[in-house]
């Protein structure tokens, strides 16, 4: 067990250096250019040959089911590799499809993540 003044100590030192990483890096799990190929796709750095799926289940609007699949589609992203890679209006190849069903509509999304 460490002295209590080591922990301070320690806790200074990361408070200290906590804002010279860069605001990217705090959301980047570095798992995506570690596992995936990159390329840069119009000022982003995108991957090239994976996909992330969103769904929607069943809403009451065409618009609440898009708004849902696209939730589904960046939430899942954001737990895989952070939220640097998580917006889908920055995301390369986005496919949306929308379907009415009995009780309203349901949507799903498609598209590589990019940051």
């Known amino acids: ?18 804002p010279s990483v860069p605001a990217f890096a705090a959301s980047d799990t570095g798992l995506a250019t570690a596992i995936h190929s ?4 119009r000022g982003r750095l995108c991957m090239t040959d994976h996909w992330h799926y969103g769904s929607s289940g069943t809403k009451s609007s065409k618009a609440a089911a898009q708004r849902a699949a696209i939730a589904s589609w960046q939430d899942f992203t954001d737990l895989e590799y952070g939220s640097a890679w998580a917006r889908f209006s920055r995301a390369a190849s986005r496919k949306v499809g929308c379907s009415p069903t009995g009780g309203g509509w349901t949507c799903d999304v498609e598209a590589r993540p990019c940051k």
Not at 1 to 18: D, E, I, Q, R
Not at 38 to 41: L, Q, S, T
């Open 1 to 18: 067990m460490l002295p209590k003044s080591m922990y301070v100590l320690v806790f200074g030192a990361l408070v200290a250096a906590a």
């Open 38 to 41: 990159v390329r840069r796709e």
